[in-house]
């Protein structure tokens, strides 16, 4: 009976530990499409800075296409400044997650264990119990033997 309940608590928190292991594998992907995300700004405003330096080197530009241009890399440094403080704040999310995983792996593991060492502790018991019944008959067949008569045997 003692089994039924702990193998019953083994597979709830086995629940829990999918739903956790769920839940990180989840944010690991955010957070590769974030990380994803912050490198294509960088990409992009590099090409953009690029871009800009060339106009200036070449035959110039006027100062509101000077100013169009850097009010577009202004807002693009803004869009990366917001991505990595996502991607930041979602890395700490993640590494909860973790911990929530990790946790939940313990405690399957360890109700897992306590399982196990119940399963030969009753093992260790029945066989202790066995080798008493044994060693009991056994002795009372001995008994039995010292008991016998000479004209039980046959001579």
Do not use: C
């Amino acid at each position: 009976m003692a089994h039924e309940s702990l193998q019953l608590l083994i597979e709830l928190t086995e629940r829990s530990r999918e739903t956790a292991a769920n839940a990180l594998a989840q944010s690991r992907r955010a957070e590769q499409q974030m990380t994803e995300q912050l490198r294509l700004l960088d990409q992009y405003q590099r090409e953009y800075r690029q871009g800009l330096q060339q106009e200036l080197a070449g035959a110039g530009m006027s100062p509101s296409t000077l100013a169009n241009y850097r009010g577009f890399l202004k807002s693009l440094e803004g869009a990366i400044e917001r991505a990595e403080g996502n991607l930041n704040r979602h890395r700490a999310q993640l590494a909860q997650h973790q911990d929530t995983w990790r946790q939940a792996w313990r405690k399957v593991n360890a109700l897992e264990t306590l399982l196990a060492r119940r399963v030969e502790q009753g093992r260790l018991l029945a066989g202790r119990a066995e080798q008493r019944r044994t060693d009991e008959l056994a002795g009372r067949s001995r008994q039995a033997g010292q008991f016998a008569s000479p004209l039980d045997s046959g001579f």
